[in-house]
């Protein structure tokens, strides 16, 4: 069966994102500094249709990550935007219309109309929305019914892949709760954000996760655990 994974960067006080998250400061104050790691890594950037990039010990941890991805599921806030219902797109923003005739746009989130997964996406939220297509494969569907809705749908959309679990907190705390996650893979910046985003907030049980690598380098420590 196709694998649920979970992996996300936390800084060294166990925060995801800072402080005061906003459609302007979507990682929260301090938070960009948890993906400078990954950010200047030519295996990150590439998908991103970014030229240029280094290649170093992180390489092997970010081209395992993305291989054998055949659907992603992620929260409302790593989607983008704001909370509550669906507004129109923020200004300079890409989006869909709302409604046929009505001229109106529905923001597609933080990627433009060519997002780097390049298979489907499930968005959980309490907000329902249809699904819209964009550029090179991407598509991106609203799940209402909870979590375990979600995954039977990625499974279905995988096409026997694994699933990438993309975060934010409340996403991944919600499926470690539940036992789902098949694998966990924690990037551990050494930075002090002081507040924001816990990650394991009202976790008291990784249900069988166990380390089974570490990849240490001066500007983050790769932790993987797994489901034996």
Same mark, same amino acid.
Request: hydrophobic share 40%; charged share 20%.
């Given at each position: 069966?196709?694998?649920?994974?979970?992996?996300?960067?936390?800084?060294?006080?166990?925060?995801?994102?800072?402080p005061n998250?906003?459609?302007?400061?979507?990682?929260?104050?301090?938070?960009?500094?948890l993906?400078?790691?990954?950010?200047?890594?030519?295996?990150?950037?590439?998908?991103?249709?970014?030229k240029?990039?280094?290649?170093?010990?992180?390489?092997?941890?970010?081209?395992?990550?993305?291989?054998n991805?055949?659907?992603?599921?992620?929260?409302?806030?790593?989607?983008?935007?704001?909370?509550?219902?669906?507004?129109?797109?923020?200004?300079?923003?890409?989006g869909?219309?709302?409604?046929?005739?009505?001229?109106k746009?529905?923001?597609?989130g933080?990627?433009?109309?060519?997002?780097p997964?390049?298979?489907?996406?499930?968005?959980?939220?309490?907000?329902?929305?249809?699904?819209?297509? +964009?550029k *090179?494969?991407?598509?991106?569907?609203? /799940?209402?019914?909870?979590?375990?809705?979600? #995954?039977?749908? &990625? !499974?279905?959309?995988?096409?026997?892949?694994?699933?990438?679990?993309?975060?934010?907190?409340?996403?991944?705390?919600?499926?470690?709760?539940?036992?789902?996650?098949?694998?966990?893979?924690?990037?551990?910046?050494?930075?002090?954000?002081?507040?924001?985003?816990?990650?394991?907030?009202?976790?008291?049980? +990784?249900? *069988?996760?166990?380390?089974?690598?570490? /990849?240490?380098?001066?500007e983050?420590?790769? #932790?993987?655990? &797994? !489901?034996?």
């Open positions: 069966m196709p694998r649920l994974r979970m992996r996300i960067s936390m800084s060294l006080d166990g925060f995801v994102a800072g998250q906003s459609v302007d400061t979507p990682l929260g104050e301090g938070g960009e500094g993906h400078e790691w990954a950010f200047a890594l030519e295996a990150w950037r590439k998908p991103h249709k970014l240029g990039g280094e290649v170093n010990p992180s390489t092997a941890v970010m081209e395992e990550s993305l291989a991805i055949g659907a992603t599921i992620m929260g409302r806030n790593m989607f983008g935007g704001h909370p509550g219902g669906w507004e129109t797109s923020p200004p300079g923003r890409s869909v219309p709302a409604r046929p005739g009505e001229g746009y529905l923001w597609t933080w990627w433009g109309d060519d997002p997964f390049h298979h489907p996406v499930f968005v959980l939220t309490h907000h329902p929305r249809p699904t819209f297509e +964009l *090179g494969g991407n598509s991106f569907t609203f /799940v209402t019914d909870g979590i375990e809705s979600a #995954l039977r749908q &990625a !499974r279905q959309a995988a096409g026997g892949k694994d699933i990438a679990l993309a975060g934010g907190a409340k996403a991944c705390q919600a499926y470690l709760r539940a036992g789902l996650v098949d694998e966990m893979e924690i990037h551990l910046v050494p930075i002090l954000l002081g507040g924001g985003e816990r990650l394991f907030e009202g976790v008291n049980d +990784l249900k *069988g996760l166990e380390p089974v690598r570490t /990849v240490a380098t001066r983050v420590t790769h #932790l993987k655990f &797994a !489901r034996r």
